[in-house]
């Protein structure tokens, strides 16, 4: 969920099971990857994946010289790739390679920005017109250059994206402009976040020509709103290649999802908030919403994704009280809005009856606004499970719909 990672940094708030959750997720994807090998590789003519990789190796890998750009940046055109070279650090739980790749996107301002990321690709042959996409939205990771999750062994989700290789699809995953590169990230700016993934697509394609056109996102967390996002930008771009967009555990109005969280026990999350509120509108000043017992904490997560070892900050002693009347605050909530634009292909949206960081309802309502601009939305929940548990448990669903956008069938949708 959004607040996994910082729930699991912060001291504000303890999490005794979420080892547990990590390994549910990885032994639910591994089942469900045998189990739907079936479904979904049968039009590739691949056999069942091999076993799991066993490891005991270090989690992160150093911000080495690949992220590193010129400064100024030499100008290129969004989705024009810098540069990219085959890795070989990183353990996953299925055989694929994976390749680093560096290319162009946009700043919230519209400036030209270096954007880092991971494509891994199936072994073997790819089938006519290359292998098919499916883009990855990955979910809140900090917000300095070193939490990319490209710079963690594992990319953060590695199981569920070995997994999608395994089944005959090449993964795109950046990491989002400031994370890995040397640029301001803008921290749940969907907008922004939205088109360094649709640029990573022709960035892919340039670096590995066994890439396909055709592509779809998958997003989790805070990466299920950025890819509804990617849904509504590609709209304005046009991109026929495009297919539709899935969307797990965290699709929520932004306003409310913070608000939320101003009022409960993540009040931490506003830190992250002021960071890309600061990025998106240079003019907003961060002591306008934050206390100055929570500066140094500000300052602190800036360099470093170990925010338990930072300054604590006594709940409730962050915020200043209006913080959600500041206008640039405003600003934000309109420029990240659900439902701005229609989306140009379906939707699968999954939510978890027992997710207590972006409950059921607030999804619903978000929903709700994408019917109502006549989206084609297919709401799926799942009761009595959390985001960690939803995550693994739709992989079935997951990979049904998404081989049914490759095969051209109808989307199915309960919009009412």
């Known amino acids: ?34 189990s739907l090998t079936s479904v979904a590789v049968s039009a590739q003519d691949q056999g069942p994946p091999p076993p799991p990789k066993s490891h005991h190796a270090p989690r992160t890998l150093p911000l080495g010289k690949f992220y590193e750009t010129q400064e100024p940046l030499p100008a290129g055109k969004p989705g024009e790739l810098i540069r990219s070279e ?29 954007v880092s990321g991971v494509v891994l690709v199936p072994d073997g042959t790819p089938p006519a017109g290359g292998w098919p996409v499916i883009a990855w939205a990955h979910d809140f990771v900090g917000s300095a250059r070193q939490c990319a999750p490209s ?3 594992n990319l953060n989700e590695g199981p569920l994206l070995s997994m999608y290789a395994s089944l005959g699809y090449a993964v795109v995953a950046p990491d989002y402009a400031g994370l890995g590169t040397n640029f301001p990230h803008a921290a749940f700016d969907t907008r922004s976040n939205a088109l360094d993934l649709i640029y990573s697509i022709p960035a892919a394609r340039a670096a590995l020509p066994q890439v396909g056109k055709r592509w779809v996102v998958a997003g989790y967390s805070q990466g299920a709103n950025v890819a509804v996002g990617v849904a509504e930008a590609v709209s304005e771009i046009g991109d026929p290649n495009y297919l539709g967009a899935v969307s797990v555990a965290g699709v929520a ?26 990025t998106v509108f240079p003019e907003f000043r961060i002591e306008e919403i934050l206390t100055e017992k929570a500066m140094p904490l500000y300052q602190y997560v800036s360099h470093s994704c170990e925010a338990r070892l930072g300054p604590e900050v006594v709940q409730h002693e962050m915020l200043k009280l209006g913080w959600g009347n500041n206008p640039y605050v405003k600003k934000f909530w309109e ?18 009856g027992a997710d207590t960081a972006v409950p059921a309802e607030l999804t619903a309502s978000a929903i709700g606004q994408l019917c109502e601009q006549k989206d084609r ?26 081989k049914a956008r490759f095969s051209g069938l109808p989307a199915p949708s309960n919009c009412h």
């Open 1 to 34: 969920m959004y607040i996994r990672r910082c729930m699991q940094t912060f001291p504000l708030r303890r999490i005794s099971n979420l080892d547990f959750s990590r390994n549910r997720i990885f032994l639910t994807a591994l089942w469900a990857a045998v």
């Open 86 to 114: 085959q890795a070989y650090e990183y353990h996953l739980s299925y055989e694929a390679s994976t390749f680093r790749i560096l290319y162009h996107s946009r700043s919230p301002r519209g400036e030209d920005v270096a």
């Open 151 to 153: 710079l963690l062994k």
């Open 253 to 278: 109005e932004p306003e409310e999802m913070f608000e939320r969280f101003a009022s409960g026990s993540e009040q931490s999350m506003l830190v992250f908030l002021a960071q890309g509120v600061k």
């Open 335 to 352: 420029r990240n809005k659900l439902a701005g634009k229609p989306a140009q292909s379906p939707l699968l949206v999954i939510s978890g």
């Open 377 to 402: 939305v297919l709401f799926v929940k799942y009761p009595g499970l959390n985001a960690s548990g939803v995550l693994g448990n739709s992989v079935s669903e997951q990979i049904s719909w998404i």
